[in-house]
């Protein structure tokens, strides 16, 4: 079974600087996908970024960028330029593939990031 | 597109009380998912639809848990009796089949058992 673990549970920045939060996942799969979802107060779950594990090359989204170390395991993501809008939770997320029960996707607990104006 | 919809917002029960969630997908998204989020930790997976079949309920607590998605479309998830741990936020989401394809959230139900 696949874990992901996020070990700090809350982090502040203030607006405009960088920030980066950290994921460390396992799994015996080669291949599988890693995503970023933020989770505002209304709730609703949004992608972020997402990264395939047979790419070598870091998926990039505007201010969002992750670095992805297969071998470690780790999948950090940088959000860069931070925004009073990106306060929110930022779950790290796990998937085997797109098709049937391996679509289901397992997160880590999750961290609360707050940006000070 | 509309999104995914699900009513109520909130609900407050007792414990030992039914209640029933609704979840609405986005049309044509063939995979239905019903996670349930405790506070503080990340959502886990209760049951999985593909159209109106179960391909996942594996961590559902079959014995208070049920859901149903019939015709392929809105689902229904039920808790019957509840427990205080049942607290949590349910979270439905949709998706088509392929890789280009992700979920599409609700922004779920607050469930509060007294």
């Known amino acids: 079974a696949q874990t992901v673990t996020q070990s700090q549970p809350e982090m502040s920045v203030q607006e405009a600087e960088t920030v980066t939060l950290s994921c460390t996942y396992d799994t015996s799969e080669s291949n599988y996908y890693l995503f970023w979802y933020k989770q505002p107060p209304s709730r609703q779950m949004i992608l972020v970024i997402r990264q395939e594990a047979y790419k070598q090359q870091n998926a990039t989204e505007n201010r969002f960028s992750v670095n992805f170390q297969k071998a470690a395991k780790s999948f950090s993501l940088k959000i860069s330029d931070s925004q009073l809008g990106d306060t929110a939770m930022y779950f790290c997320?796990?998937?085997?593939?797109?098709?049937?029960?391996?679509?289901?996707?397992?997160f880590g607990k999750g961290i609360t990031l707050s940006v000070r104006p | 597109e509309a999104g995914v919809a699900q009513s109520p917002r909130y609900k407050i029960i007792e414990k030992r009380q039914s209640v029933a969630f609704w979840c609405n997908p986005i049309?044509?998204?063939?995979?239905l998912y019903w996670y349930q989020q405790i506070l503080g930790q990340g959502p886990k997976l209760l049951i999985q639809f593909q159209n109106n079949g179960v391909v996942d309920d594996s961590q559902l607590p079959k014995d208070r848990f049920s859901a149903e998605r019939l015709k392929g479309v809105d689902s229904t998830l039920k808790i019957q009796p509840a427990k205080l741990e049942d607290s949590a936020v349910y979270l439905c989401?949709?998706?088509?089949?392929?890789?280009?394809?992700?979920?599409?959230f609700g922004s779920g139900t607050r469930l509060t058992v007294v």
């Open positions: 049309s044509g998204h063939a995979t």
């Open positions: 989401a949709s998706s088509m089949t392929g890789i280009n394809y992700g979920y599409t």
């Open positions: 997320a796990f998937m085997r593939d797109y098709t049937g029960a391996n679509s289901k996707l397992t």
